[in-house]
């Protein structure tokens, strides 16, 4: 497969760029988070993001989306990464419905999801760094389950209208998905307390405690004890959109930085006549480029379920959270004390990195990952 765009999906990301630019830059950002906006992003911004289509791109097209795949998804959020646009896309139009696609629960999401009425929640994490451990435990209690235990990390938990979680349903080792059972819960019926903490990068997730929480069994996703595929499915598209976001701010911080040296100067000429500033931008530029190439060749392995799709997605959220850790470091380096100043957005780049870099693994856990694949 070649690694470029088509004509088609060419088309989709110039209108994705000159969108978002428009609506969310990164001064909506800054808006929000000066304001101490109790949900963390627009819903009217969130809406329109629906109108544009944006939201179907990944449900099917019998169920009102574009029937698109991982390559389109992510050409959107690469941009939303180039804005650091605050948006509930990734968990909600990639990884939920990627989670719910041939389940019972797709009738009643999708079309919401696609009208931009619904935000998604992922309770995954259960520890400071992501880990494969799922230890809330769901038992089974009269018609339905008993879920005991805590999620962290859990972005829009406040306020969202379904949250996807993984419950051990049955012994079985901590770290592999026999055992597991993902749960649709929906905010009408029933929902769990969530305790909201603002981020490094201004986003806003939860510590959500499952305290005897009951759910009936017709929140089960898939079948019980055979959770470990859905969420396989869910982490591998979660993965693939991260990366795509991560490479989007990597390329934000890049233009910032490159725009500075072109205005910045000293000894009267720009700073970026200076050749050893020069090197360190084609440096950061190369890094860029071969992750762009590893997060293309992860979406089109995913979209086409290949066999080799995982460790690809692996190298790819490896690749951009390194390129784009290279990409703030250096954004803040060249522009010297002022890089560590609020009134400019590079440090916006730099928190959002750090918050992304940690979602679903960072890059010594996806290494780690290919590793064990490789039988290390």
Same mark, same amino acid.
């Given at each position: 497969?070649?690694?470029?765009?088509?004509? $088609?999906?060419?088309?989709?990301?110039?209108?994705?760029?000159?969108?978002?630019?428009?609506?969310?830059?990164?001064?909506?950002?800054?808006?929000?988070?000066?304001?101490?906006?109790?949900?963390?992003?627009?819903?009217?911004?969130?809406?329109?993001?629906?109108?544009?289509?944006?939201?179907?791109?990944?449900?099917?097209?019998?169920?009102?989306?574009?029937?698109?795949?991982?390559?389109?998804?992510?050409?959107?959020?690469?941009?939303?990464?180039?804005?650091?646009? &605050?948006?509930?896309?990734?968990?909600?139009?990639? /990884?939920?419905?990627? @989670?719910?696609? *041939? #389940?019972?629960?797709?009738?009643?999401?999708?079309?919401?999801?696609?009208?931009?009425?619904?935000?998604?929640?992922? @309770?995954?994490?259960?520890?400071?760094?992501? #880990?494969? @451990?799922?230890?809330?435990?769901? $038992?089974?209690?009269?018609?339905?389950?008993?879920?005991?235990?805590?999620?962290?990390?859990?972005?829009?938990?406040?306020?969202?209208?379904?949250?996807?979680?993984?419950?051990?349903?049955?012994?079985?080792?901590?770290?592999?998905?026999?055992?597991?059972?993902?749960?649709?819960?929906?905010?009408?019926?029933?929902?769990?307390?969530?305790?909201?903490?603002?981020?490094?990068?201004?986003?806003?997730?939860?510590?959500?405690?499952?305290?005897?929480?009951?759910?009936?069994?017709?929140?089960?996703?898939?079948?019980?004890?055979?959770?470990? /595929?859905?969420?396989?499915?869910?982490?591998?598209?979660?993965? #693939?959109?991260?990366? /795509?976001?991560?490479?989007?701010? *990597?390329?934000?911080?890049?233009?910032?930085?490159?725009?500075?040296?072109?205005?910045?100067?000293?000894? *009267?000429? &720009?700073?970026?006549?200076?050749?050893?500033?020069?090197?360190? /931008?084609?440096?950061?530029?190369?890094?860029?480029?071969?992750?762009?190439?590893?997060?293309?060749?992860?979406?089109?392995?995913?979209?086409?379920?290949?066999?080799?799709?995982?460790?690809?997605?692996?190298?790819?959220?490896?690749?951009?959270?390194?390129?784009?850790?290279?990409?703030?470091?250096?954004?803040?380096?060249?522009?010297?004390?002022?890089?560590?100043?609020?009134?400019?957005?590079?440090?916006?780049?730099?928190?959002?990195?750090?918050?992304?870099?940690?979602?679903?693994?960072?890059?010594?856990?996806?290494?780690?990952?290919?590793?064990?694949?490789?039988?290390?």
């Amino acid at each position: 497969m070649p690694l470029y765009l088509t004509e $088609e999906q060419t088309m989709l990301a110039d209108t994705a760029r000159d969108f978002v630019a428009e609506h969310a830059p990164v001064s909506h950002l800054r808006a929000l988070r000066d304001a101490n906006d109790a949900t963390g992003f627009s819903r009217d911004l969130w809406r329109q993001f629906a109108d544009m289509g944006f939201t179907g791109i990944l449900v099917p097209e019998a169920q009102g989306g574009l029937g698109l795949g991982h390559v389109e998804a992510g050409v959107v959020m690469e941009e939303i990464g180039r804005n650091l646009s &605050p948006s509930p896309f990734l968990a909600t139009a990639v /990884a939920a419905v990627e @989670a719910l696609k *041939g #389940t019972a629960h797709a009738d009643r999401w999708f079309p919401r999801i696609v009208a931009g009425e619904a935000v998604a929640a992922l @309770a995954i994490d259960e520890t400071p760094k992501f #880990t494969n @451990a799922i230890s809330l435990r769901a $038992e089974r209690a009269g018609n339905g389950f008993r879920l005991s235990g805590t999620k962290r990390f859990v972005q829009h938990a406040h306020v969202a209208d379904l949250m996807i979680v993984a419950a051990r349903t049955s012994e079985a080792s901590a770290n592999n998905g026999e055992g597991l059972t993902l749960f649709a819960i929906d905010r009408e019926s029933a929902f769990p307390d969530t305790d909201p903490r603002r981020l490094a990068d201004a986003s806003i997730a939860s510590c959500v405690n499952f305290d005897n929480f009951e759910v009936d069994a017709d929140a089960v996703i898939g079948e019980v004890d055979g959770g470990g /595929a859905v969420l396989g499915r869910l982490l591998a598209a979660g993965r #693939t959109a991260a990366s /795509a976001e991560l490479l989007g701010v *990597g390329g934000g911080a890049m233009d910032m930085t490159v725009a500075y040296l072109k205005q910045r100067k000293q000894f *009267g000429v &720009p700073i970026g006549s200076f050749q050893a500033l020069q090197h360190r /931008a084609a440096h950061l530029y190369a890094e860029l480029e071969v992750a762009r190439a590893a997060v293309l060749k992860a979406q089109q392995l995913l979209d086409a379920s290949d066999e080799h799709a995982d460790g690809a997605v692996a190298v790819a959220k490896a690749m951009t959270g390194l390129a784009t850790g290279l990409a703030v470091q250096e954004g803040i380096q060249m522009h010297g004390g002022i890089g560590m100043t609020d009134e400019y957005d590079i440090g916006f780049y730099m928190k959002r990195h750090r918050v992304l870099a940690e979602t679903f693994g960072d890059a010594g856990f996806q290494a780690d990952a290919l590793a064990r694949a490789a039988g290390y």
